[in-house]
């Protein structure tokens, strides 16, 4: 075991926390969200700002709320905004789930996405251009962290497909690697030499390409708050959380299997794979449930969070794989 190489600050929070001062901690939390949270609903909510400091309107707002697309339905109810609001994992920004303040130094205007690689167009894509030429839908999904903690969110964006079928993957494209934006005066964590920033995500090509695969671009009805990973993240619902890489810069195609942050820093707890399984342990902690955000209730983990209709035959025959890691 790899073990002295992760981080111990990466564990399920009642593993590193008594749950009743974790619990008292989240009150406190929440109330100081709900603050935080009024203030960046406005309409400059993801507003760039202005070389004078100024916000000026995000270009994208006339977009939302989206229609919602009803074939992705919840099986637990939708967790209030304020429950999430400052409760992330984005270790740009630091190490607490606590980063919705930090996080807001990233600004998700002039944004520029490259995708390229094994493509026939190759495009350096200004985010409002990308924007107009996908149509953007509401989906609710179930989100659950390899950390054993849950929500269930309204997400607004468009299939991680359509952008594939702007640049047209090649006959020997197989992985899509997704790289984050890298500015240590924006993103103080990434001066620190002990990870291996920026933060990259990858999946084959596959399953991106399956309808599951979700660019993101808002959340409750409004353009992406800084601390979701603002202006363009992924949702992977039936992968851990750790998959849905946020500020997205860089989309290659390849025909090498991408070595993902975490699984650079702790191949022997984080993979390549990740997709949900409560029947494998996480080598220090249970995956067969969770803590949903919000209640606090500890429910059942499904297999593929749920989704395994959808997914599992994207994983016939590669049972040699540790998929579930
Ligand atoms: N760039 C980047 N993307 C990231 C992370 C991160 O630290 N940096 N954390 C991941 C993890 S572990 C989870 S659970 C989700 C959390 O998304 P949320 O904060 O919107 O709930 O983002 C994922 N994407
Ligand atoms: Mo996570």
Not at 294 to 299: I, N, S
Request: proline share 9%.
């Amino acid at each position: 075991m790899l073990i002295k190489n992760v981080p111990s600050w990466h564990l399920p929070e009642r593993a590193a926390t008594p749950e009743a001062i974790y619990l008292n901690r989240r009150s406190l939390i929440g109330a100081l969200a709900a603050g935080s949270a009024l203030a960046a609903s406005g309409p400059f909510a993801a507003a760039a700002r202005a070389e004078d400091g100024q916000a000026v309107p995000d270009p994208s707002l006339g977009r939302y709320p989206a229609t919602r697309n009803d074939a992705y339905l919840l099986d637990r109810p939708v967790t209030p905004k304020d429950a999430v609001w400052d409760y992330n994992n984005f270790y740009e920004f630091g190490t607490s789930k606590s980063i919705s303040r930090r996080a807001a130094a990233l600004q998700p205007r002039p944004w520029t996405v490259t995708v390229d690689g094994l493509v026939d167009r190759p495009t350096r894509f200004e985010i409002d251009d990308l924007f107009a030429k996908v149509q953007f839908e509401e989906r609710l999904y179930r989100h659950r962290c390899v950390e054993a903690w849950s929500m269930a969110v309204p997400w607004t964006g468009f299939p991680l497909k359509a952008l594939l079928d702007l640049v047209g993957p090649q006959a020997d494209a197989r992985y899509v690697r997704f790289e984050t934006f890298m500015d240590p005066a924006v993103a103080p964590l990434q001066e620190q030499p002990f990870y291996p920033w920026p933060y990259v995500e990858g999946m084959t090509l596959a399953e991106a390409a399956n309808d599951l695969a979700f660019l993101v671009t808002g959340i409750y009805g409004q353009p992406l708050a800084a601390q979701f990973g603002t202006p363009l993240r992924l949702a992977l619902p039936w992968k851990y959380g750790f998959k849905s890489i946020k500020s997205i810069v860089k989309v290659t195609l390849t025909d090498e299997r991408p070595v993902n942050f975490w699984q650079a820093i702790g191949p022997s707890e984080y993979g390549f794979w990740a997709n949900v399984n409560p029947n494998v342990d996480h080598p220090r902690w249970s995956q067969a449930s969770e803590r949903v955000l919000a209640t606090g209730e500890r429910v059942p983990t499904l297999l593929f969070n749920g989704y395994a209709e959808a997914v599992a035959d994207l994983y016939k025959g590669l049972g040699a794989e540790p998929l579930y890691m």
